[in-house]
Nanobody
Framework: QVQLVESGGGLVQSGESLRLSCAAS????????MRWFRQAPGKQRELVAS???????DYVESLKSRFTISRDNAKNTIYLQMNSLKPEDTAIYYC???????????WGQGTQVTVSS
C-alpha cells in the first residue's frame, strides 16, 4: 500500500510564496503520473498540475504562470512551488499518484493553504 503525505501548507499573505511537498512511501513503489489537486470551501476538487515519470508537466492554464510542479523520482516526491499567492488560492491541496502495480490511484490527506489579503 502506497501512502502519500503532503506538507508545506500554511497561512501566508497575498503575494507570498509556498512550496508544497508530497512524499510517497511503501514497499517497492512504482509510480506513474502524479498530480496536485485543490479544493476550496464549498467548491469541487480541481486539478492544478500533473507530472509524468519523465518530467512532462501540464497545468491548469490559469495557474501556469505562478505555479511550478516538479518531481524527484529517487525520493518518490513531487513539489508544487506557488508564487504570488492570492486569496482565491486558499484551499486544501491534495496530491494523487497513479500506482503502477497493483494499478490504483493513491491520495494524500491534504495540506491547508490559506492566503490572507
Amino acid at each position: 500500500q502506497v501512502q502519500l503525505v503532503e506538507s508545506g501548507g500554511g497561512l501566508v499573505q497575498s503575494g507570498e510564496s509556498l512550496r508544497l511537498s508530497c512524499a510517497a512511501s511503501g514497499s517497492e513503489i512504482r509510480l506513474g503520473i502524479m498530480r496536485w489537486f485543490r479544493q476550496a470551501p464549498g467548491k469541487q476538487r480541481e486539478l492544478v498540475a500533473s507530472i509524468t515519470q519523465d518530467g512532462n508537466v501540464d497545468y491548469v492554464e490559469s495557474l501556469k504562470s505562478r505555479f511550478t510542479i516538479s518531481r524527484d523520482n529517487a525520493k518518490n516526491t513531487i513539489y508544487l512551488q506557488m508564487n504570488s499567492l492570492k486569496p482565491e488560492d486558499t484551499a486544501i491541496y491534495y496530491c494523487a499518484a497513479m500506482v503502477l502495480w497493483p494499478r490504483y490511484t493513491a491520495w494524500g490527506q491534504g495540506t491547508q493553504v490559506t492566503v490572507s489579503s
